[in-house]
């Protein structure tokens, strides 16, 4: 669906405002020249009054300042991978891409990267890689998203268990705020306003320059898959991972449906079917690998407790990269196998995991949708894929099955969304998770950091009153 | 000095509203039987209306409705250790002692602490360790500040280069809000509201309840002292310690003058005259002492390069806890000797921690004052104390000096408060420290959050339009 925006005032202003900018091709107003701007991953689509390629901070500041002034929407893109519907211009307004602000500055001595807003994730990574370096937060989609679309969404990724999210790594970075000031905030900053940034979707202020911690590049890790005649067996060896005291860097569940996707894909995948599937990854801090070692064999020995149909640790960096890639493309894989998909990303404590994956399960036998899901075992992070079927129009009942999952979600105390933040897609659902102090207190902060409320308006708040 | 409250009608009203706890014997309104609470580590002392023990979170919330409702001014109070003036009432109104709500329970499996927010610091600690489990923010008052106090101010501590600050160590709380709410709050909670309120000095929210994470106990620590000719060689040490890699647990400066105290508090203390001294723990995680052994080895081999007068490994428990008990004696000590002082903590870099004691050493050369300084060398952490001296009043020359101590602080990047806070005594500096867009950015938050201004009013901003 693409929405309208019917906002010819701004539209006019807006090309008033932006006409250098025209000039140098980087303002753009017919979205027939850029289609892939009016979506995000979630596929749905809203026009903006206008798109600009932004170039610089000043620059930023300025169009927060005549944004503000005008009244007009104002909405940062990153790469739009995003699940939520955060960089869509749900009320129009201008779009403002950060993609060609990617400047990555490694200080190997520091072990630092300062970065543009829109540093693309595996870039950072692999700059990082080239001084013996390593930036941990990989979510799937690392290499298309961009830093500040992380920062936004406090993204986490396969590692997240072990070394973090997002929030984790960001030292400090330079804010442009509601009222067009400028400023540098860090995690000294009084009353937490570095953490009171990550995670707002984009709705207090914009992220023009990150510094991110690195940390040593660590050993080089073991990758190990096993396959399962039931689900139930895969929840079972999760927990007793986590029970022994175990720390995968990278520890993934995918349900049969999901393997499936994978191996219809990419049918020379290396991935075996099955009802489950655990894909796990063992690292060690420097260049000491036996503790990597160490604990493949533990996972191995727990695997083997439980019949595995297929367990492998993987002989080279060949069928590692085949491994990885698989579980890499999955997301891709589910929307390309199920033309289209709505992807919801609930959590519960690992403990309550297996409950979760069962009820996905019988979600899919009683409702009669083609559902499927994959995640990160080790946080209790479950990506719930409701596929679209070719000439029928289950809309509505794929909404239905999506309440009824954000009900078990909550009833099993988990929260509704593990790193892909409010947006649009579950806003209408916040008041479910947050008590009514909760939710109030977050339309105050804001409403008072952004009185005019142009910053990504109408996400994460069903209304702001 | 002490200032009186001229609010008769807040009284009044509070007479009227606080009858039952009277007769309790929990509510107060002539100070002269409770001195102590008018006043606290700063010496400075202020008036207010009345005086509660406070019990319950449901009597808090009540509390805070009716101090909202009748524009009273609401302080909270731990133990009033604070060196900032946090808990004075600088405008009259509400006293609310948290003392009575100490509750702590242990959880071993979870290794958690859930406590009430007048908890006492060092209660925690004995209550952990009773289950071989530790808590290891430790600021010097732990053994009387309370835990709502320390997460007010977000305390650090002796081990904090080592093992953090307060905030690292809180998994969730629960908060009354301004306006009356109560609300639990974790580091999940959407916009940052955990980080937003630990550190916020009681002007945003209070918290009734605190679940703090506990780590396993550290083996038996080794302590060392190392005493130099001069200043400059203790500050070689630190830098050689810090940047060979070695973390100690704890790595505590002193000068002369705080030595000098010392020795003349208590002369068995151990601690031999000299420009300078260091006192160092190390410990490792677990039984395993190794690590702590093979740190302390490489501490004194650090040390012996500098000609140190004094340089001894503690041989057993009773020397330790004597060198222990002089650091932690050491603000007492000071006190005592200088007949008064005034406490100020700034934070520099590590880096530019030498440069800091050279200035305190010649600030009071020049300025004819009796300032020594001590703190946590391994962050940075310096606590100055401006001396009192019977028969003068050099208020007024203190004042000066402390104003050029903050600009050298500033001058060298550092933070006008390592972990006190703002409260009354820094509040006129605070423009100094932080840029116009951050300091508006913070009063707008504590506007928006507390309209009509009512907590712990007057403190961290001169003023707030």
């Given at each position: 669906m693409t929405m309208p925006s019917e906002n010819i005032n701004h539209a006019t202003k807006l090309k008033e405002a932006l006409r250098s900018a025209q000039a140098d091709g980087r303002a753009f107003f017919d979205f027939a020249e850029h289609p892939e701007y009016i979506k995000d991953a979630t596929e749905i689509s809203f026009l903006p009054d206008a798109l600009l390629f932004a170039e610089s901070e000043p620059e930023l500041i300025d169009i927060v300042r005549f944004c503000k002034a005008n009244d007009i929407p104002l909405i940062l893109r990153g790469a739009?991978?995003?699940?939520?519907?955060?960089?869509?211009a749900v009320k129009g307004g201008l779009l403002v891409s950060i993609e060609r602000m990617n400047q990555i500055d490694i200080d190997s001595k520091s072990k630092t990267a300062t970065v543009g807003p829109g540093a693309i994730t595996g870039d950072i990574l692999e700059a990082a890689q080239n001084s013996n370096l390593f930036y941990p937060p990989?979510?799937?989609s690392y290499l298309d998203s961009t830093i500040a679309g992380n920062l936004a969404e406090n993204a986490g990724g396969l590692r997240c268990k072990k070394y973090g999210v997002t929030k984790d790594y960001v030292i400090s970075c330079r804010i442009i705020t509601a009222d067009g000031q400028v400023k540098a905030i860090d995690a000294g900053s009084p009353f937490g306003q570095l953490d009171l940034m990550i995670g707002s979707e984009g709705t207090l202020a914009i992220f023009t320059e990150i510094k991110l911690r690195l940390i040593d590049h660590p050993c080089e890790g073991k990758t190990i898959v096993a396959v399962f005649d039931k689900a139930s067996d895969a929840a079972m060896v999760v927990a007793d991972i986590i029970s022994a005291g175990i720390v995968p860097s990278i520890m993934e569940f995918m349900d049969r449906d999901a393997i499936n996707c994978s191996n219809q894909f990419d049918?020379?995948?290396g991935i075996d079917e099955g009802a489950a599937l655990l894909l796990f990854e063992t690292d060690a801090t420097g260049s000491d690998s036996q503790q990597a070692s160490a604990e493949a064999d533990q996972i191995i020995t727990i695997c083997n407790k439980y019949h595995p149909t297929l367990l492998r640790l993987a002989e080279d960096e060949s069928e590692k990269r085949k491994l990885w890639s698989a579980r890499r493309n999955l997301s891709n894989a589910v929307k390309h196998v199920g033309q289209g998909k709505l992807s919801e990303d609930v959590c519960v404590l690992p403990s309550r995991f297996p409950e979760l994956i069962a009820f996905v399960e019988q979600l899919s036998e009683t409702s009669g949708l083609r559902i499927n899901c994959f995640g990160h075992a080790g946080d209790g992070n479950l990506h719930v894929n409701f596929l679209g079927q070719p000439g029928t129009d289950n809309g509505p009942m794929i909404e239905r099955a999506v309440v009824r999952l954000f009900e078990k979600t909550l009833e099993l105390g988990g929260t509704l969304t593990g790193e892909h933040g409010?947006?649009?897609?579950?806003k209408d659902f916040i008041e479910k998770e947050f008590d009514i102090p909760t939710l109030n207190f977050m339309k105050r902060l804001k409403t008072c950091l952004d009185p005019s409320n142009f910053l990504n308006p109408d996400k994460i708040f069903p209304t702001l009153s």
């Open positions: 739009g991978t995003g699940y939520s519907g955060g960089a869509l990989d979510p799937a049918p020379d995948n409010i947006g649009i897609t579950k």
